[in-house]
């Protein structure tokens, strides 16, 4: 159903952030290529570490990171 989607997912902080999470891995059991961007609050509560195993993709935290820049874009 997912084969082939691009699912960009933005995590803020805040205690469901576990949700997340496991939307995350649903997400990818389902085929989709997810890739997440998070808030500094969020890595209070889970870290990066967490949405990168799950997502197999570099988790973003600071979205005005000039060297990522380029990388971190979105098309439809």
Known sequence: MLQ???ILL???GG???Y???AL???LVQAGANVKVVMTEAACQFVT???FQALSKNEVYIDTFDEKKKAECHCTH
Do not use: H
């Open 24 to 26: 995350t891995s649903k």
């Open 4 to 6: 082939q989607k691009n």
């Open 15 to 17: 205690i469901a952030v």
């Open 48 to 50: 990066p570490l967490t």
């Open 19 to 21: 949700k997340a999470a």
């Open 10 to 12: 933005c995590v803020t």
